[in-house]
């Protein structure tokens, strides 16, 4: 059984539209989630991290978090092409744990010029 | 932003022999990681490395898989002797404490003939 995992597997929205992606965690021992875009071809390069209840914005990123649900999402608003790649949730555990991530399968993301 | 390096990008062995993948951290990290990823499959944990010991290994780290940190030099993944499921993408990561992000290198393309 998958301890993240995302949702919807692919997303399609034209460009300057709004993209929503999600992610749960079925490990209660989590203490922080990791968004990271991988471009195809490339290394995955961290966005965003939460580790708190709430939301948290940066540019035209934003994340939230639910840590009663462990759901966490991530929404673009403006999308760009560049956009374009797929998105990785990964979550954590520590200090108790060794910090390693677990990511999900990924949501490719298109954005349609 | 901080870089890891990877060498080599891309590697062709034959079954059976003995490969070592080399990673070169952030300089004044201290934690580091290793990674699989096979195409098309999801990004999997093998190894984290801290103080000159493994912190934590996954069940792919199988006996064949051993990582070293010799003082200031590469962080390295030998795999001795490699079978055909080894090969895949190997990105390893760094970071300076175990809740800080973790900065991926662009990745070792194995290829097990």
């Known amino acids: 059984q998958q301890k993240v995992q995302q949702s919807p597997e692919s997303l399609i929205v034209p460009e300057g539209g709004m993209a929503s992606l999600n992610c749960t965690s079925s490990d209660r021992n989590v203490d922080y989630f990791w968004w990271y875009r991988q471009h195809s071809g490339k290394s995955p390069k961290m966005l965003m991290s939460i580790f708190s209840n709430g939301e948290k914005e940066e540019g035209r990123f934003t994340v939230h978090l639910n840590k009663a649900s462990l759901h966490t999402s991530l929404h673009i608003r403006d999308s760009q092409p560049s956009d374009s790649a797929l998105y990785l949730c990964a979550a954590s555990i520590g200090p108790s744990g060794s910090w390693q991530l677990i990511f999900g399968s990924g949501t490719q993301l298109t954005v349609m010029p | 932003g901080p870089k890891v390096l990877q060498i080599p990008s891309h590697q062709i062995i034959d079954m059976g022999q003995m490969v070592t993948l080399n990673c070169d951290p952030v300089?004044?990290?201290?934690?580091f990681y290793w990674y699989k990823q096979i195409l098309g499959q999801q990004m999997e944990f093998l190894v984290n490395f801290y103080n000159g010991k493994v912190m934590e290994k996954s069940k792919l780290f199988k006996d064949q898989f051993s990582v070293e940190r010799p003082d200031g030099s590469y962080f390295t993944l030998k795999i001795q002797p490699t079978a055909l499921e080894d090969s895949a993408v190997y990105f390893c990561?760094?970071?300076?404490?175990?809740?800080?992000?973790?900065?991926f290198g662009p990745g070792t393309r194995l290829l097990v003939l």
């Open positions: 990561a760094s970071s300076s404490a175990g809740q800080d992000t973790q900065y």
């Open positions: 300089s004044n990290h201290l934690y």
